[in-house]
């Protein structure tokens, strides 16, 4: 899988892409990702990127002609499957979701600033508009990294044992069940007797059951 990332703040994905099983997968050439700095596409005197919107009011709106350049040189080279925008208008983003886009080659994700971009970005290039929950944060790098995270992980050989991310809450809209490791007595405090019996179908069923009740709890929407 190929990911560009168009932002006006590249250096925001270093710590996020430099660590762990995203570094992984990235060494083990499973994943590329490239940050494009959409302020070098500005051809602008002063590199301007952003502009007062029409309809007058508080904030700026980022610039036509900066993202369609960059985004036109991207899809010269390959083509996309996705071409996203992070926006908290977007559809929210969930484990479906996350499991369809790690079937995919290319994704351009395209990183939402100040009011947001010129809308006729969104209506000619965008092909999905996403948000990472019912809130607004100070920019969409933040969101494009936890999109990029939460698929990349999906990927066949990014998490060694294959079966993990299948058991992950979510994947069968059940919460996960609890975990526990040694050593089996802390403080008096004792893991489930069920858990040492040796017996695995018992502990099967107990897992099911576990995640059943905790869904239960915590998120009853899950089951509907
Ligand atoms: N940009 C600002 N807030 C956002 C959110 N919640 N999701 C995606 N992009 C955003």
């Known amino acids: ?24 997968a990235q060494d083990k050439g499973v994943v ?3 940050c494009h700095n959409i302020r070098d596409y500005s051809t602008n005197k002063h590199k301007k990127v952003d502009d007062y919107a029409f309809s007058g009011g508080a904030g700026m709106v980022m610039r036509i002609e900066p993202i369609a350049a960059l985004i036109e040189k991207l899809k010269a080279e390959r083509d996309y499957d996705e071409i996203i925008y992070t926006s908290p208008d977007g559809q929210t983003l969930n484990q479906g979701i996350a499991n369809q886009l790690s079937l995919k ?6 990183c939402g600033h100040y009011k947001g971009v010129d809308q006729r970005i969104r209506d000619h290039y965008i092909s999905m508009e996403l948000s990472i929950g019912d809130y607004v944060l100070t920019g969409g790098e933040l969101a494009a990294a936890v999109i990029s995270d939460a698929v990349i992980r ?24 609890p975990v526990y490791t040694r050593p089996a007595e802390f403080k008096g405090w004792k893991v489930p007797d069920i858990l040492l019996s040796g017996d695995d179908k018992k ?3 107990w897992k099911e059951q576990q995640a059943y009740e905790r869904t239960k709890q915590r998120r009853p929407d899950l089951l509907k």
Do not use: C, H
């Open 154 to 177: 999906l990927i066949p050989g990014v998490i060694s044992d294959e079966t993990s991310a299948l058991t992950d809450s979510f994947q069968d809209n059940l919460l996960a069940p």
């Open 32 to 34: 590329e990702i490239y």
């Open 105 to 110: 080659g290319n994704l351009m994700i395209l």
């Open 1 to 24: 899988m190929r990911i560009d990332i168009l932002t006006l703040f590249p250096e925001m994905f270093q710590g996020p892409f430099s660590e762990s099983i995203i570094k992984r």
């Open 203 to 205: 502990v099967e069923a």
